[in-house]
């Protein structure tokens, strides 16, 4: 079945350090992917998301590339402050259902 | 707008004893999810429904979970009996049409069954 996993956390980072957190999928056909962050004590937020294949998508200085040849999505960020802890979560969706497929989550902590 | 809105926050209950968790959708949002979020499972799907009809349930555990959607704004999760198993963050989401929209995610009901 579909399924997405992420590296495992915890990621910790001294400020201003550059960000990679890998995460593939397996899918049976051509999902949607997407990457949510949940603060501490919060529900989640989309981050970003990319709907086909070399699509990239961006926010906040966070980037990631629909990978199909390697069925990746990997998270990237050049320079990563304090308040980007979180846990993030990378997640797959078909077009034809709203059901969101969550990998595990990695845990980002960012010190200064 | 004031976003999803979950309640109660927290729960503490005991086993055997029945467990209801409301959320509010955004306004306007056709599309409304639960999902559950544990240490060993991560984040799982529960319901969703669309236009307040449940659409796929298949993530729902077993007979003692049941979700209803009364109208467009208003949605519950009912846990009866509650086993300490159940114990979970759970969250509800809402979107503008369930296949392309964003998810909206509220704040999560943390349920601990003793």
């Known amino acids: 079945g579909d399924s997405v996993t992420q590296m495992e956390g915890p990621v910790t980072l001294s400020e201003e350090a550059f960000l990679t957190i890998n995460c593939t999928y397996t899918a049976t056909g051509y999902p949607s992917l997407f990457w949510y962050v949940q603060y501490p004590g919060e529900g989640l937020q989309l981050l970003l998301k990319a709907t086909k294949a070399d699509d990239k998508g961006s926010n906040k200085g966070f980037e990631a590339t629909y990978r199909k040849e390697t069925t990746s999505f990997h998270l990237e960020k050049g320079s990563v402050q304090v308040s980007d802890s979180a846990v993030y979560f990378c997640a797959l969706r078909y077009n034809q259902g709203g059901k969101l497929i969550f990998g595990q989550g990695t845990e980002l902590s960012v010190k200064p | 707008d004031a976003g999803v809105i979950q309640s109660p926050r927290h729960e503490v209950t005991e086993m055997g004893q029945e467990v209801t968790l409301r959320c509010k959708p955004i306004?306007?949002?056709?599309?409304l999810f639960w999902y559950r979020q544990t240490m060993m499972r991560g984040l799982e799907l529960l319901i969703y429904f669309n236009n307040n009809v449940p659409i796929d349930d298949s993530g729902m555990p077993e007979d003692r979970f049941s979700a209803k959607m009364p109208n467009a704004s208003f949605s519950t999760l009912k846990i009866q009996p509650s086993e300490p198993r159940d114990s979970a963050v759970y969250f509800c989401?809402?979107?503008?049409?369930?296949?392309?929209?964003?998810?909206?995610f509220g704040p999560g009901t943390r349920l601990t069954v003793l």
């Open positions: 989401a809402s979107s503008l049409a369930s296949t392309t929209d964003t998810q909206y």
């Open positions: 306004s306007g949002h056709n599309s």
